[in-house]
T-cell receptor, first 118, second 114 residues
């Protein structure tokens, strides 16, 4: 089992550009959540996708959008990049099957994508 | 609203001595509580979780945590630190009506001296 995988590992962009990050969930999982971890901070919840729809969203602007594909993989898109978007972006997967919370209450995290905005 | 406060940003211990990482939480409902560890350049790994079963929870690598509702605390302990325990530790809360959204504390960096 490959676990949660994310690509790319590192990314450097300039202000105003757009970026797409990718995540493949752990085998058997149907839900993907995205988190932003700024340097020296704890991760902050961006949004969660289930059945190809955004089910829940944190306090992030509309510049942050996402998508989930039929194979449960997911993308995070950020438009009009700002310097403050520089962070480690983490993807987590879980098995929910329509319930309000992950069955077993466990989310598995990928290694993250380090985004640097210059 | 739910929140988590980790009382120490940095803890330093000697190898072989006990570890105590402190966490207080705030929650309107019966919470699920977790401790995650993050080693440099690696993803977050679940150490242990509390989901309204036994209040003393045992996790991996000899860690355990006790849920104390009266004190709204969920402190992480280990009897004897190992060099490989040096990492960032996060206390995390989740509520049933939040659909699995995790709320992280600011983190505690654990250093282990030889």
């Amino acid at each position: 089992d490959a676990g949660v995988t994310q690509s790319p590992t590192h990314l450097i962009k300039t202000r105003g550009q757009q970026v797409t990050l990718r995540c493949s969930p752990k085998s058997g999982h149907d839900t993907v959540s995205w988190y932003q971890q700024a340097l020296g901070q704890g991760p902050q919840f961006i949004f969660q996708y289930y059945e190809e729809e955004e089910r829940q969203r944190g306090n992030f602007p509309d510049r942050f959008s996402g998508h989930q594909f039929p194979n449960y993989s997911s993308e995070l898109n950020v438009n009009a990049l700002l310097l403050g978007d520089s962070a480690l972006y983490l993807c987590a997967s879980s098995f929910v099957e329509g319930a309000l919370r992950p069955l077993g209450d466990e989310q598995f995290f990928g290694p993250g994508t380090r985004l640097t905005v210059l | 609203a739910q929140s988590v406060t980790q009382l120490d940003s940095h803890v330093s211990v000697s190898e072989g001595t006990p570890v105590l990482l402190r966490c207080n939480y705030s929650s309107s409902y019966s919470p699920s509580l977790f401790w995650y560890v993050q080693h440099p350049n690696k993803g977050l790994q679940l150490l242990l979780k509390y989901t309204s079963a036994a209040t003393l929870v045992k996790g991996i690598n000899g860690f355990e945590a006790e849920f104390k509702k009266s004190e709204t605390s969920f402190h992480l302990t280990k009897p004897s630190a190992h060099m490989s325990d040096a990492a960032e530790y996060f206390c995390v809360v989740s509520e049933f009506n939040q659909g699995g959204k995790l709320i992280f504390g600011q983190g505690t960096e654990l250093s282990v001296k030889p």
